[in-house]
């Protein structure tokens, strides 16, 4: 499937996707350095990522992972924001959005009637495959014939399919500013089905996220688990524990960091809250003087804190979930919600304790079971050594060889 190592007029005219306008020397280099690529019998690879531009998660951390495997591979995506991510500006390529105001940038929902036609902008044609990583619009791009697109699915676009009733409910707004939204969203559904139709290939990270593209899609998918970064969480026994839990998050509403602090209110136990988020100041609200909140930590600061940790809350549903496998690889056992990713993950009386309702009463019986258990830091390392990084991009590579028909 590689292409022939020729470049035409058009090639050097098309821009990849910044402002639609002729390329400037810098983009004839670069376009330049794909073809060299291509002739060099490599596939010619780009990324897609939704946006970059307010939250770093595990979706983010996959991006980072297939940008090292590929660092030829440019990085198309919505909006960017150079203050929150540190890809050299060369790699990146925005859609239209980015001219719009930092307020709206911000607010993401404000620009879903653009997305579409955001998404559908970008020209392929110079690339052999393109790689989606997708929670949300990425794998609507449009891709001609000769390009295969593969879609790493970190899960359906979930405000439009199965949290729809919960986003809905969430909007203060009129019965008229109801209905509008109600509209919109099923055309966007429509649109978000047909795009999902175009992908050659749907990759999963978890089971969980599979039988979703299935249900949503009607489309078959394979499952790699993300990649989890566990030679820097290396467990090292500490004197022991010390007495605070952990939760580990981006702080958005459907991660349900308030259940865990509504716990800790009533226990007084001490849980100190990893991570930021848009939804950090009404937590913060929330939360007794047992509760710390340390914003984005380095990666050193985390193992560290992950080792000394008596356990790792886990209080939502994730299609997936890297934060147990990064406690696990750590020595810290979880107590998670049972649902979801963390059923792949996490196993019951061995790496962690599961809690059926996200109450306090249940988070709180499942910390105290978890207390009274014996957890080997052997047994929780091995398991987390299943996620590692090489583990996937052996995986993702494997499937790129394979669709652009490489042995």
């Known amino acids: 499937m590689t292409r022939r190592c020729s470049i035409s007029r058009e090639t050097i005219r098309s821009s990849p996707g910044k402002t639609g306008k002729h390329d400037t020397l810098r983009g004839m280099e670069e376009r330049s350095k794909e073809q060299s690529a291509g002739c060099s019998g490599r596939p010619r690879v780009a990324l897609v990522h939704d946006w970059l531009n307010t939250k770093r998660g595990g979706a983010e951390h996959v991006l980072e992972v297939l940008a090292d495997m590929f660092p030829e591979a440019p990085i198309y995506t919505l909006v960017y924001n150079p203050s929150k991510f540190h890809y050299p500006p060369e790699r990146i390529h925005t859609s239209y959005l980015q001219k719009m105001p930092d307020i709206l940038k911000q607010r993401n929902r404000y620009l879903l009637p ?47 399919w199965d949290y729809w009733p919960r986003y809905l409910s969430q909007q203060r707004v009129g019965p008229l500013r109801r209905a509008y939204i109600t509209r919109q969203t099923g055309k966007l559904r429509m649109w978000d089905f047909v795009g999902a139709q175009r992908v050659d290939r749907f990759l999963a990270n978890s089971r969980t996220t599979r039988e979703r593209i299935h249900k949503f899609y009607r489309r078959k998918a394979d499952v790699i688990f993300p990649p989890v970064d566990t030679s820097s969480l290396v467990y090292t026994a500490p004197a022991g524990k010390r007495d605070y839990y952990v939760t580990l998050a981006v702080l958005t509403p459907y991660k349900k960091i308030d259940a865990a602090i509504e716990a800790f209110n009533v226990s007084g136990k001490k849980l100190t809250v990893i991570g930021d988020g848009p939804d950090r100041n009404r937590l913060q609200e929330l939360a007794g003087d047992n509760i710390e909140f340390t914003g984005y930590i380095s990666t050193k600061n985390k ?105």
């Open 114 to 160: 653009l997305i579409p036609s955001a998404i559908e902008s970008w020209d392929f044609s110079a690339y052999d495959v393109v790689i989606s990583s997708s929670s949300a619009f990425a794998k609507n791009i449009v891709t001609p014939e000769t390009t295969r697109h593969i879609c790493y699915c970190h899960t359906p676009m979930r405000f439009v």
């Open 303 to 407: 193992a560290r804190m992950l080792t000394e940790a008596k356990g790792l809350l886990f209080p939502n549903v994730e299609d997936f979930g890297i934060a147990p496998v990064e406690a696990m690889a750590s020595g810290t056992p979880v107590i998670a919600y049972n649902a979801g990713g963390a059923r792949e993950t996490v196993i019951e009386g061995e790496t962690g304790i599961f809690f059926d309702q996200q109450t306090p009463a249940g988070i709180n019986q499942a910390i105290e079971r978890s207390e009274s258990s014996r957890f080997n830091g052997s047994t929780l390392t091995n398991r987390a050594r299943q996620f590692s990084t090489a583990t996937f991009t052996e995986a993702i590579q494997s499937r790129v060889d394979e669709a652009s028909h490489r042995p």
